[in-house]
């Protein structure tokens, strides 16, 4: 995907406005600004921004209801939280622990004027409070047993869980049936052909296997 057709693809399917976009590349020049300072995204990334980051964030609208309780982990850069905050009405919460992306995180929220709707929780996910959200996000956060061990508890049954996953995406599912009832499906990128995204909803724990009436032999 070029940018142009990133751009085009952001007015096709998500209807996004010329004043939306226009925020979205004042963004994208407050990212790359901000990139010759500190490690932010990947350099290789940097002239296909709009491809790389923001649709390839954006495309979880996709799957969302239009508003809610949206939790982002490990954010980083913004991706996907910030562009999700940009694009839609729900309430982003940001976590993420790195004390200098924090610091990047806040300005940028500023900058964009989002103070109303993004809150960011700035600590490890083992201190950010208890909560419920509606759609949980996390890009390059955990492998997902881990993921699922650590974030669970933002979920009901409910809850809609939307993990760029990469080529591993089938794989990490698989990892995780073990241990989790998990309703999940790989829903192939719209950037990355060979990446996958798990979309679904997670069930429970399933139960451990009974040890009762065992005996050592």
């Known amino acids: ?6 751009r085009l693809w952001l007015s096709t399917n998500l209807d996004v406005s010329r ?7 004042a963004f994208v020049a407050f990212l790359i600004e901000e990139a010759k300072l500190q490690n932010l995204i990947s350099a290789a990334t940097l002239d296909h921004i709009w491809a790389r980051h923001i649709v390839d964030s954006a495309q979880l609208l996709r799957f969302a209801e239009k508003t809610g309780s949206w939790i982002d982990l490990g954010s980083g850069a913004g991706f996907p939280g910030l562009v999700i905050a940009l694009l839609s009405d729900h309430r982003v919460t940001l976590v993420e622990s790195r004390a200098r ?3 990047y995180l806040s300005r940028a929220v500023d900058f964009l004027g989002l103070k109303d709707r993004v809150c960011i929780a700035g600590s490890s996910i ?12 996390a ?10 061990d650590l974030a669970v508890r933002f979920s009901t049954v409910k809850t809609l869980w939307l993990l760029p996953k990469g080529k591993n995406a089938g794989k990490e599912l698989h990892e995780a049936h073990g241990r989790w009832n998990v309703d999940f499906n790989v829903e192939t990128s719209i950037t990355d052909s060979e990446a996958g995204i798990l979309v679904g909803h997670v069930l429970g724990e399933r139960p451990r296997a009974s040890m009762k009436g065992r005996r050592k032999r």
């Open 1 to 6: 995907m070029t940018e142009e057709e990133a």
């Open 19 to 25: 004043e939306t976009e226009e925020r979205l590349g």
């Open 101 to 103: 992306r924090i610091d």
């Open 126 to 137: 083992e201190r950010v409070e208890t909560a419920p959200f509606s759609v949980i996000s």
């Open 139 to 148: 890009r390059a956060f955990a492998p997902l047993p881990r993921l699922l």
